[in-house]
């Protein structure tokens, strides 16, 4: 199993972690070149979406990576690698890969002060009774999913601090977003889950 | 929350900002500038450390209204400096709502002992070293991102380096220690015992370490951040420099593709002029040296 990792910035070296103890082999895009082999699935990690975004255009990787994606790569977005998923975002004009029927909102809990931890199930992981540990930090909220976007995830707190139910990942055909980050914790599920889908399982 | 789920969720955000550049910006014009070149965050200053070496005299927080401006400018994260032990100066930032609060040796020294008690904050907090000692320093008092102090302000990066190695050398020492060794290693670099422990198991500092102080072309940033670095702050280095747009731009690059010589001497390509720099002899104030 040959595990794509985007590699341009933020926390990637986290993922390739998990994905090597669970059995994976990593290769880390940095630029077009990279490309060239075969994986099996998409890694877009957790960083500042406005750079990646950027890097992924400037360094020729673009085009490529959209096109396995909606080629039926499985691919997994976390925190900004969601942003780079969204069909549309709310508060700015940019749009990236725009191949998952979302509509988010960047930093919508406010600066790095209204970051924070939270449990939830996640639909779909080993033992799903088990709470997961959720770490959002400057996080992006999912304002609205298309039906055929199933929520997975879901916290009882809204970005305004009310209570409601906020829906913080979601599974659409080959790709998994989640708006908070399963690469810093030490529960694997979430990453098992991802190879499962890159088996085809 | 409690002060440790607080401190992880800072560290967190330093991780977050891992394999990118922190850039210098003293309006908001410059850090528009700045993130469509591609930084994952900017340090909003008054003057960036050349000229504040240059101006002599005091140097002090910046005007919060000026970097008010600057969070309203960009959508990335917002750092400023405050000085090392004014911790009313930090509680304004953070009253503000910055995203990182570096605790400068740019700036001049308001306690010549004492740090701030960085524990009482919930904002996050950077802080300058030049060895393990330092760091691990900064760390129990509630540092959750390290950078080397550098030489701010010089174009000259030879003691980035020097720390940056004295840094990675001290961390192997410490690594191939026996285990009775560690408390006398601890009493020596004068640190918690707890946090030597940590290094010695994990072959590396708690907390993410960014390289700063005289970087300011491509080269300089991949040869940090073949050094170790996790991630670079550029601060006179771009809007010092003939075109401060596209040198931001290339050093971004560069420190994506550190490892691709090829790559960075296309980048390196009509950069127009650096920064002047002052050679670490050339210089009367030495800003590594505050705040050990």
Known sequence: MRIAVLAVQGAFIEHERILRELGAECVELRQGSDLSGSFDGIVLP???????????????????????ILDGTPVLGTCAGLILLAGSLENSPERYFATMPILVRRNAYGRQLG???????????????????????????????????????????????????????????????????????????????????CRGT | MSTESRWELNKELAQMLKGGVIMDVTTPEQAKIAE??????????????????????????????????????????????????????????????????????VLSPADDVYHIDKTQFKVPFVCGAKDLGEALRRISEGASMIRTKGEPGTGDVVQAVRHMRKMNSEIARVASMREDELFEAAKELRVPYDLIRYVHKEKKLPVVNFAAGGVATPADAALMMQLGAEGVFVGSGIFKSGNPSKRANAIVKAVANYTDAKLIAELSEDLGEAMVGINEQEIELLMAERGK
């Open chain 1, 115 to 197: 970051s924070f931890s939270a449990e939830a199930r996640i639909r779909g992981v080993r033992n799903e009774e088990e709470p997961f540990p959720l770490e959002f930090i400057r996080a992006p909220y999912i304002v609205s999913a298309d039906g055929a976007a199933s929520p997975i995830a879901v916290i009882g707190k809204m970005p305004d601090g009310s209570e409601g139910e906020n829906v913080v990942g979601v599974r659409y055909e080959n790709q998994l977003g989640f708006a908070f980050h399963p690469e810093l914790t030490k529960d694997v599920r979430c990453h098992e889950m991802f190879l499962a889908m």
């Open chain 1, 46 to 68: 957790g960083g500042e979406s406005t750079v990646q975004g950027k890097l992924l255009r400037e360094l020729g990787m673009f085009e490529d990576l959209k096109r396995r």
């Open chain 2, 36 to 105: 469509a070149a591609g930084a994952c965050a900017v340090m909003a200053l008054e003057r960036i450390p050349a000229d504040i070496r240059a101006a002599g005299g005091v140097s002090r927080m910046s005007d919060p209204k000026m970097i008010k401006g600057i969070q309203e400018a960009v959508s990335i994260p917002v750092m400023a400096k405050c000085r090392i032990g004014h911790f009313a100066e930090a509680q304004i930032l953070e009253a503000i709502e910055i995203d990182y609060i570096d605790e400068s040796e």
